[in-house]
T-cell receptor, first 114, second 111 residues
Framework: ETGVTQTPRHLVMGMTNKKSLKCEQH?????MYWYKQSAKKPLELMFV???????ENNSVPSRFSPECPNSSHLFLHLHTLQPEDSALYLC?????????????FGPGTRLTVT | GQQVMQIPQYQHVQEGEDFTTYCNSS?????IQWYKQRPGGHPVFLIQ?????EVKKQKRLTFQFGEAKKNSSLHITATQTTDVGTYFC???????????FGTGTRLKVLA
C-alpha cells in the first residue's frame, strides 16, 4: 500500500539531537494528521492540518513542531526529546474534514529516544 | 475530557468462536469509525457509522451504533486466524477534526 508513506521507518536519537519525520500522501487528500501510539495507550491525536492550515493542536509539548508545506506533505520536527517520547508516530490523511471521512494511515516511524 | 473506552482489553478465542468488542463514549458522538491494526502494522479503516441505531455488515463482521450515539459494538462471527489484531473504535463530535480513539481490543485467535 503506497497511499501514505512515512520516512524514516525507524529512528534512534539522543535527547540532544534534532531530527524530522516525513509523511507524504498520494491520495489527493486535504487533511493530514499526526498521532502518537505508545504501548498500552490509545492513539493520541497530536496535530491536524486542513488545506495546510493547522486546525487542531492537542496540547503537545513544544519539542514537537509540525510543518505542512502543502497538502501532500507533513513533517514533524523533533528536538530535545525525552525517553518517554519513544513511541510509534503515525501519519494519516483524509479526504476532507471535519470528522466525516475515513483516515488512511501510513506505516509509522518507530522512534526510540536514548 | 472526552474519553472512549473499549472492553475487553484482550480476548483469546478458539478459531470458529464468535467475538465482540464494545466501545463506550463519555459524550454523544456524531459518528464512529472502526479500525483494525494487525501486529506490527498500522490502523486500517473498516467502517463508519453515522445514524442512531445503525447496523452495518461486512461479511462476518457486524457493526452497531447505539441509539444514544454513545456506544458501539463490533461482532465477528466464526473467527478466523486472519482476524488477529487490535480493533479500535474512533469517535468524533460534530464540527471537529478531532478523532478520539478507544483503548482497543486485542484479539488472538487460536487455531
Amino acid at each position: 500500500e503506497t497511499g501514505v508513506t512515512q520516512t524514516p521507518r525507524h529512528l534512534v536519537m539522543g535527547m540532544t539531537n534534532k531530527k524530522s519525520l516525513k509523511c507524504e500522501q498520494h491520495l489527493g487528500h486535504n487533511a493530514m494528521y499526526w498521532y502518537k501510539q505508545s504501548a498500552k495507550k490509545p492513539l493520541e491525536l497530536m496535530f491536524v492540518y486542513s488545506l495546510e492550515e493547522r486546525v487542531e493542536n492537542n496540547s503537545v509539548p513544544s519539542r514537537f513542531s509540525p510543518e505542512c508545506p502543502n497538502s501532500s506533505h507533513l513533517f514533524l520536527h523533533l528536538h530535545t526529546l525525552q525517553p518517554e517520547d519513544s513511541a510509534l508516530y503515525l501519519c494519516a490523511s483524509s479526504q476532507e474534514g471535519p470528522g466525516d471521512y475515513e483516515q488512511y494511515f501510513g506505516p509509522g516511524t518507530r522512534l526510540t529516544v536514548t | 475530557g472526552q474519553q472512549v473506552m473499549q472492553i475487553p482489553q484482550y480476548q483469546h478465542v478458539q478459531e470458529g468462536e464468535d467475538f465482540t468488542t464494545y466501545c463506550n463514549s463519555s459524550t454523544t458522538l456524531s459518528n464512529i469509525q472502526w479500525y483494525k491494526q494487525r501486529p506490527g502494522g498500522h490502523p486500517v479503516f473498516l467502517i463508519q457509522l453515522v445514524k442512531s441505531g445503525e447496523v452495518k455488515k461486512q461479511k462476518r463482521l457486524t457493526f452497531q451504533f447505539g441509539e444514544a450515539k454513545k456506544n458501539s459494538s463490533l461482532h465477528i462471527t466464526a473467527t478466523q486466524t486472519t482476524d488477529v489484531g487490535t480493533y479500535f473504535c474512533a469517535g468524533t463530535t460534530s464540527g471537529t477534526y478531532k478523532y478520539i480513539f478507544g483503548t482497543g481490543t486485542r484479539l488472538k485467535v487460536l487455531a
